[in-house]
């Protein structure tokens, strides 16, 4: 059975910062790509950053300079710090995980981020 658990998530005021953690199971972690996505209340789920199996990242515009992902294989652990947060941040952040052979996808069950101004 697959399992994707975030946690890290919380109020923090702006400028502040928070890391989130997913620790996943049931997978080959290093056979998947990680990501984050996010959704605000009345958005739609939105990337925010991945990063392959070779390390390779990438970022959505709004988060670049101020958000890191990265994973530890060993772990089967993706995170992502973030820093510098502002309120357009809040959202329930998701973890997510892609097998690249088969496209098959996983999702979290998502951990709520607030922040205040």
């Known amino acids: 059975q697959v399992q994707l658990v975030e946690s890290g998530g919380g109020l923090v005021q702006a400028g502040g910062s928070l890391r989130l953690s997913c620790a996943a199971s049931?997978?080959?972690?290093?056979?998947?790509?990680m990501g984050w996505y996010r959704q605000a209340s009345g958005k739609q789920r939105e990337l925010v950053a991945t990063i392959g199996s070779y390390y390779i990242t990438n970022y959505a515009d709004s988060v670049k300079g101020r958000f890191a992902i990265s994973r530890d294989n060993t772990e089967n652990t993706v995170y992502l710090q973030m820093s510098s947060l502002k309120p357009d941040d809040t959202a329930v952040y998701f973890c997510?995980?892609?097998?690249?052979?088969?496209?098959?996808?996983?999702w979290g069950q998502g951990t709520q981020v607030t922040v205040s101004s």
């Open positions: 997510h995980a892609r097998r690249r052979a088969t496209m098959e996808d996983y």
């Open positions: 049931g997978i080959i972690f290093r056979q998947h790509d």
